[in-house]
């Protein structure tokens, strides 16, 4: 069955430095990755979402993230934390059976040091 | 252009009893997903609903039911509650399926059942 396995429940960083949240899928390509951001006591809001037309895929607010193959991994990244990436975010796979359904990793909370 | 609402945002039951919690779609949209996050996980896919239809359903008991009505709002209704249906319940619209469409998250609905 496809899963995803984020590593590292919790990530801190200083403000200005690179974020590298790690995201691991099953074996199986999945048609598609997605990364989602979820700041507290609101819903999830997409960062960005691989559909194999690009490796390197291009996100909004300066966050991007790289589909590895031979790695099964889709790494999430940011040249320069701000304060305001601090969130909960999560790594999350389409079945390829169901388009309709998308499994989530156990997330990963950012926390940036002033 | 209005997001994904839900009501209401917090609820309290007791074990045994029914919920129902209501998702209005943001506009155009024909498709709601319902998910439900335990504190600390990442969400988990209960059901999708495509035009009124399920259509594409999650491991969850068969107390887990919902609905889709013509202007594509929808409700998640959950019979018997046991302790461990205390969540963060989310919906997420979107124009199609969800993993080929973007989903639009609610701010969710917090069930606790004591």
């Known amino acids: 069955a496809q899963s995803v396995t984020q590593l590292g429940s919790h990530v801190s960083v200083s403000e200005g430095a690179l974020v590298l949240l790690r995201c691991n899928y099953s074996?199986?390509?999945?048609?598609?990755l997605f990364w989602y951001v979820q700041y507290p006591n609101q819903g999830l809001q997409l960062l960005l979402k691989?559909?194999?037309?690009?490796?390197l895929v291009k996100g909004i607010n300066g966050f991007e993230a790289e589909f590895k193959k031979s790695e099964t991994s889709f790494h999430l990244t940011k040249p320069s934390a701000h304060m305001s990436d601090a969130a909960e975010y999560f790594c999350?796979?389409?079945?390829?059976?169901?388009?309709?359904?998308?499994?989530f990793g156990s997330g990963t909370r950012l926390s940036i040091r002033p | 252009e209005t997001g994904v609402t839900q009501s209401p945002t917090h609820l309290i039951k007791t074990r045994g009893q029914q919920v129902t919690l209501r998702c209005s779609s943001q506009?155009?949209?024909?498709?709601v997903s319902w998910y439900q996050q335990a504190l600390g996980q990442g969400p988990q896919f209960i059901f999708q609903?495509?035009?009124?239809?399920?259509?594409g359903r999650g491991n969850f008991p068969p107390r887990f039911s919902g609905l889709q009505f013509p202007n594509y709002s929808s409700e998640l209704n959950v019979n018997a509650l046991e302790l461990d249906d205390s969540a963060l319940y989310l919906c997420?619209?979107?124009?199609?399926?969800?993993?080929?469409?973007?989903?639009?998250f609610g701010p969710g609905t917090r069930l606790t059942v004591t």
């Open positions: 997420a619209s979107s124009l199609g399926l969800a993993g080929e469409y973007e989903q639009y």
């Open positions: 074996s199986s390509v999945p048609p598609y």
């Open positions: 691989y559909t194999s037309a690009a490796t």
């Open positions: 999350a796979v389409s079945v390829e059976s169901s388009a309709s359904k998308i499994i």
């Open positions: 506009s155009g949209h024909n498709t």
């Open positions: 609903y495509y035009r009124e239809e399920e259509n």
